[in-house]
């Protein structure tokens, strides 16, 4: 079956602090990947995508690469801000009409 | 352009009532999806319909939770009876066919006392 592991948090960081967000995958067919970011009491929205091996999603300074060598696809950012406190959801899909199968969420806090 | 549209966003209720959370999907969207978050279980996907059709309920608790889309542009989720463990916060998806990406509504937090 399909399945995506993220590393527990909170993660807790000062402003302008290197960020990486772990992220590995298990999936039955060749899957697309993506990151959703959700902010306090809102829904989870779309934060960057890629859908085939070696690509790199980027938004609002977040990267994360598509390693099909080792099923991950971790999320970095150079430096946060405090508006970046949220949680953060590690998802894959195998083929477009298939849904989503997201990870545990991952909270980040970003001090002043 | 209109998101997601659920109501109500917050409902309070007494155990053993019946709940019915709503959800107009992003017009064009074909799929809908129903999810649940807790802090304990985290984001729990209960049903998910494709061109008004569910495809899997296997999320769905138990019988007392049921979901309907009698067309493209509306959904419930209903709830009956309703009981404490339920209170939780429950989001609305509908999914870009083309790209796969998921649009969530803001919530319906549903809290059972």
């Known amino acids: 079956g399909n399945s995506v592991t993220q590393m527990e948090g909170p993660v807790t960081l000062s402003e302008e602090a290197f960020l990486t967000i772990n992220c590995t995958y298990t999936?039955?067919?060749?899957?697309?990947l993506f990151w959703y970011v959700q902010y306090p009491g809102e829904g989870l929205q779309l934060l960057l995508k890629?859908?085939?091996?070696?690509d790199k999603g980027s938004n609002k300074g977040f990267e994360a690469t598509y390693r099909k060598e080792t099923t991950s696809f971790h999320l970095e950012k150079g430096s946060v801000q405090v508006s970046d406190s949220a949680v953060y959801f590690c998802?894959?899909?195998?083929?477009?009409?298939?849904?989503?199968?997201f990870g545990g969420g991952t909270r980040l806090m970003v001090k002043p | 352009d209109a998101g997601v549209i659920q109501s109500p966003r917050h409902e309070v209720t007494e155990m053993g009532q019946e709940v019915t959370l709503r959800c107009k999907p992003i017009?064009?969207?074909?799929?809908l999806f129903w999810y649940r978050q807790t802090m304990m279980r985290g984001l729990e996907l209960l049903i998910y319909?494709?061109?008004?059709?569910?495809?899997?309920d296997s999320g769905m608790p138990e019988d007392r939770f049921s979901a309907k889309m009698p067309n493209a542009s509306f959904s419930t989720l209903k709830i009956q009876p309703s009981e404490p463990r339920d209170s939780a916060v429950y989001f609305c998806?509908?999914?870009?066919?083309?790209?796969?990406?998921?649009?969530f509504g803001e919530g319906s937090r549903l809290t059972v006392l």
């Open positions: 998806a509908s999914r870009r066919t083309d790209t796969g990406e998921l649009f």
């Open positions: 999936a039955t067919g060749y899957p697309s």
């Open positions: 890629a859908t085939k091996a070696d």
């Open positions: 998802a894959l899909s195998v083929g477009a009409g298939n849904m989503l199968t």
């Open positions: 017009s064009g969207h074909n799929s």
């Open positions: 319909f494709n061109n008004n059709v569910p495809i899997d």
